[in-house]
């Protein structure tokens, strides 16, 4: 088996106050470019009404709910007790959706700054909400 190479990855934690993900997130995945982004891995995971957390991959969720298909390049990736433990504050009757990402262009960036010795200490990833917040009071 070959080695394989990633960029850096950003793993995003979406809340619904629903068990099912709404097909139009997934839809939304679909369209992401494979320039801007790939999408490594995508779980779903449930609080159930008796307060349990069920883990469940794409492909098992895509079959059982009939949501559209994806091009998934690392399934596997998002380990289950990972995935468990940033769904943990989910309210029964609610899931989350746990969608691992390599945004491409981030990955020659990152080659640049170890190729010139320097390493990334730190990455944000600020809400739209919050951005569009403080843009609305600090720019004029």
Do not use: C
Request: charged residues 25%.
């Amino acid at each position: 088996m070959g080695q394989r190479e990633f960029g850096p990855v950003e793993l995003i934690t979406t809340a619904f106050d629903r068990q099912e993900v709404p097909t139009e997130v997934i839809r939304a995945l679909t369209r992401v470019p494979h320039r801007a982004a790939k999408i490594l891995d995508v779980v779903i995971v449930t609080r159930e009404f008796d307060n349990g957390l069920v883990f469940t991959e794409y492909e098992e969720a895509r079959t059982e709910q009939g949501l559209p298909e994806l091009e998934l390049e690392a399934i596997g990736l998002t380990a289950e007790e990972d995935a468990l433990a940033l769904a943990e504050e989910l309210e029964p009757g609610t899931s989350a959706l746990i969608v691992a990402l390599e945004p491409v262009w981030v990955r020659d960036l990152a080659t640049a700054f170890g190729e010139g010795g320097g390493m990334v200490i730190g990455h944000s990833w600020i809400p739209a909400a919050v951005v569009n917040e403080i843009a609305d009071v600090a720019i004029r």
